[in-house]
């Protein structure tokens, strides 16, 4: 296609961009995970990086393909392991995008060999505990200029609802962006294309995006490059 270069109005930004779902394990050959396939997390790295930004993306479990040169990649298995990658590299970037599905719970232990079945017909009820809120940590250890953009992951039967949620979400994390997405309306996981609405710290609308991943990640971009001012 015939695209017009993009602007470069990231040159020389530091980007940092989480992106995939964290699986958390339960004995050495198993884990709890979800469907995230980091698409619309890589659609940001590489977005970033044409208009100029210097990108580092922490990768839990990407689905294969989504390789891209020119983007230094710090892999993470865990939620912990995620967290302790972003905050390193976080300290120095200039925006942090939150694209990744952090699990909320871990099992409370991880069993050192594999967890037997009993063969009696018995359930198993698994002991798990809340993973730390990263987003919600960085934005308390924001520094001056520093822009921090979350996800909103929703599922609501109205668009009315979906908002709710969202303002609700964006007052809690204090993120300079939250960007809601409309799961089970349009696109969902692991779909190249999605459907969001932006909204700013204060919960108000500014700016509604659908598309490609790609397209989505570059209007949210361009929300970024106007805060910046
Ligand atoms: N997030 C995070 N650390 C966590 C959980 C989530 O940094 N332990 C981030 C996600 O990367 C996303 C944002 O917080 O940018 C919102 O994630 P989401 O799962 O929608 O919100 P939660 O606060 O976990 O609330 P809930 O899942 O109960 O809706
Ligand atoms: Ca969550």
């Known amino acids: 296609a015939d695209e017009a270069p993009p602007v470069r109005d990231l ?6 961009i989480s992106a995939g779902g964290t699986r ?3 004995d050495p050959v198993r884990f709890l995970g979800n469907r995230s396939s980091g698409k619309q997390g890589v ?4 977005a970033a990086l044409a208009r100029g930004a210097e990108v580092t993306l922490v990768a839990a479990h990407l689905d294969p393909g989504l390789e891209t ?3 230094r990649v710090i892999p993470v298995q865990t939620a912990s392991e995620l967290a302790l990658a972003v905050e390193s590299v976080a300290e120095l970037a200039d925006v942090v995008v939150m694209a990744a599905a952090v699990a909320d719970y871990r099992p409370a232990t991880v069993a ?21 809120d990263i987003l919600a940590a960085l934005t308390r250890a924001r520094r001056p200029g520093q822009i921090i953009v979350g996800f909103a992951a929703e599922t609501a039967p109205t668009r009315d609802e979906l908002l709710e949620l969202g ?4 007052a809690r994390k204090k993120a300079d962006l939250l960007v809601v997405n409309v799961v089970g309306w349009a696109a969902g996981f692991g779909s190249d294309d999605n459907t969001v609405v932006v909204l700013a710290g204060d919960g108000s609308i500014v700016a509604e995006a ?3 991943k790609r397209a989505v990640a570059d209007a949210v971009l361009d929300e970024v490059v106007a805060l910046r001012g």
Request: glycine residues 14%.
């Open 210 to 212: 659908a598309g490609t």
């Open 24 to 26: 958390e394990p339960l």
């Open 112 to 132: 050192e060999s594999k967890i037997k079945k009993d063969g009696q017909g018995g359930g198993l009820v698994l002991h798990l505990v809340e993973n730390p």
């Open 69 to 71: 040169p020119g983007i």
């Open 43 to 46: 659609a940001f790295a590489r």
């Open 11 to 16: 040159e020389s930004l530091r980007v940092v």
């Open 167 to 170: 303002r609700a979400k964006a």
